[in-house]
Antibody, heavy 120, light 111 residues
Framework: QVQLQESGPGLVKPSETLSLTCTVS????????WTWIRQPPGKGLEWIGY???????TYNPSLRSRLTLSLDMSKKQFFLKVTSVTAADAALYYC??????????????WGQGTLVTVSS | QSVLTQPPSVSGAPGQRVTISCTGS?????????VHWYQQLPGTAPKLVIY???NRPSGVPDRFSGSKSGTSASLAITGLQAEDEADYYC???????????FGPGTKVTVL
């Protein structure tokens, strides 16, 4: 069964770019939406965006101007970049596999999450 | 401020039934978009417990059930167990914002 693992720097300076990688194991990356979701400490969940296996990305409109999603099927990895980070971007970042139909998308499974702190 | 609303907390004794509501609008749940539910145990990643309003993933106990009507949905847990103590989030799609959205979460406490 598929497993996902996030990786990347745990500390980012304000105004710099946050870059994270999610590595997929145990299954193909075809036919799903490869998703990023974040959770500020002690708060709720926020959907960031997803990228399909064909490379098309869909972003949360509130974050779109600062986001880039990409993937490398050969390495079974997908990537998140967030530019111009502020303290509001500090969170536990999760990657997940998205399943969708015309009535919407759900996320299963999730990675264990990686904590990103924003500080100079 | 989420476009989906949930009660902050619900509680019940072991063996009892609890329900968690998720209220939206004609821009999301009422527009026909499905509702999905996630369980987040303390210190762990969220886990899908209901998808497509009523469907249980393999491995999720049949104590968990979901329903949807109009602009709202509900998650019910019957035969409440200590291991069910967690935060529960509903999720859907909102066409006004063009985004997948989560509810604020409900903390379930087993008395």
């Amino acid at each position: 069964q598929v497993q996902l693992q996030e990786s990347g720097p745990g500390l980012v300076k304000p105004s710099e770019t946050l870059s994270l990688t999610c590595t997929v194991s145990g299954d193909s990356m075809v036919d799903n939406y490869w998703t990023w979701i974040r959770q500020p400490p002690g708060k709720g969940l926020e959907w960031i965006g997803y990228i399909s296996y064909s490379g098309g990305a869909t972003y949360n409109p509130s974050l779109r101007s600062r986001l880039t999603l990409s993937l490398d099927m050969s390495k079974k990895q997908f990537f998140l970049k967030v530019t111009s980070v502020t303290a509001a971007d500090a969170a536990l970042y999760y990657c997940a596999r998205g399943w969708g139909n015309t009535q919407g998308t759900w996320f299963d499974p999730w990675g264990q999450g990686t904590l990103v702190t924003v500080s100079s | 401020q989420s476009v989906l609303t949930q009660p902050p907390s619900v509680s019940g004794a072991p063996g009892q039934r609890v329900t968690i509501s998720c209220t939206g609008s004609d821009s999301n749940i009422g527009a026909g978009y499905d509702v999905h539910w996630y369980q987040q145990l303390p210190g762990t990643a969220p886990k899908l417990v209901i998808y497509g309003n009523t469907n249980r993933p393999s491995g999720v106990p049949d104590r968990f059930s979901g329903s949807k009507s109009g602009t709202s949905a509900s998650l019910a847990i019957t035969g409440l167990q200590a291991e069910d103590e967690a935060d529960y989030y509903c999720q859907s799609y909102d066409r006004r914002s063009g985004s997948n959205v989560f509810g604020p979460g409900t903390k379930v406490t087993v008395l």
